[in-house]
T-cell receptor
Framework: NAGVTQTPKFRILKIGQSMTLQCAQDMNHNYMYWYRQDPGMGLKLIYYSVGAGITDKGEVPNGYNVSRSTTEDFPLRLELAAPSQTSVYFC?????????????FGQGTRLTVV | AQKITQTQPGMFVQEKEAVTLDCTYDTSDPSYGLFWYKQPSSGEMIFLIYQGSYDQQNATEGRYSLNFQKARKSANLVISASQLGDSAMYFCAMREGHDMRFGAGTRLTVKP
């Protein structure tokens, strides 16, 4: 079972470059999330989506954009990469019932901006 | 405002002993869920246990139990009979409404 798949696993960007982090899930989950985890820190919510066509900001949305055109995919776009965006990015998904359902996580994308 | 607080950056426990990892939360929503995740050094996020705000009993999953004190807004994780493989980062998380937020984590080290 694939679960939540993130690509790429590692990436080095130069300051000012742009890239898209891909996230796909095959569990037909409506809820999807993007988090970032800085070294030695907890996860910060960037954006989330409750279904195709619906997205909303989390705690730290600045410098990022998302789209949700299908249930399966939830890409995260970085425009004009900055060193402060060096982090590990996690995508997660869960079923519709919000409170009682665990979020399933991808393996993470380690991004370094130099 | 910080909604999830984990006050223990690091904890040590002797193998086979029990350990409690603290978590407090802040919400005015009567309906919410509390979760604990484990993150080993390999980096993946592993779900451990869930407690709903309306649950009357504390959740248990094998060696993990959640000490839920609703009035104090605390959801401490208890790990019984610690094993070397329990050494990892542990994150408390709360879901209210549509989003899910995490605490800063506690690094647990199990000593042989």
């Amino acid at each position: 079972n694939a679960g939540v798949t993130q690509t790429p696993k590692f990436r080095i960007l130069k300051i000012g470059q742009s890239m898209t982090l891909q996230c796909a899930q095959d569990m037909n989950h409506n809820y999807m999330y993007w988090y970032r985890q800085d070294p030695g820190m907890g996860l910060k919510l960037i954006y989330y989506s409750v279904g195709a066509g619906i997205t909303d900001k989390g705690e730290v949305p600045n410098g990022y954009n998302v789209s949700r055109s299908t249930t399966e995919d939830f890409p995260l776009r970085l425009e004009l990469a900055a060193p402060s965006q060096t982090s590990v990015y996690f995508c997660a998904s869960s079923v519709t019932v919000p409170e009682g359902t665990e979020a399933f996580f991808g393996q993470g994308t380690r991004l370094t901006v130099v | 405002a910080q909604k999830i607080t984990q006050t223990q950056p690091g904890m040590f426990v002797q193998e086979k002993e029990a350990v409690t990892l603290d978590c407090t939360y802040d919400t005015s929503d009567p309906s919410y869920g509390l979760f604990w995740y484990k993150q080993p050094s390999s980096g993946e996020m592993i779900f451990l246990i869930y407690q709903g705000s309306y649950d009357q009993q504390n959740a248990t999953e094998g060696r993990y139990s959640l000490n839920f004190q609703k009035a104090r807004k605390s959801a401490n994780l208890v790990i019984s009979a610690s094993q070397l493989g329990d050494s990892a980062m542990y994150f408390c998380a709360m879901r209210e409404g549509h989003d899910m937020r995490f605490g800063a984590g506690t690094r647990l080290t199990v000593k042989p």
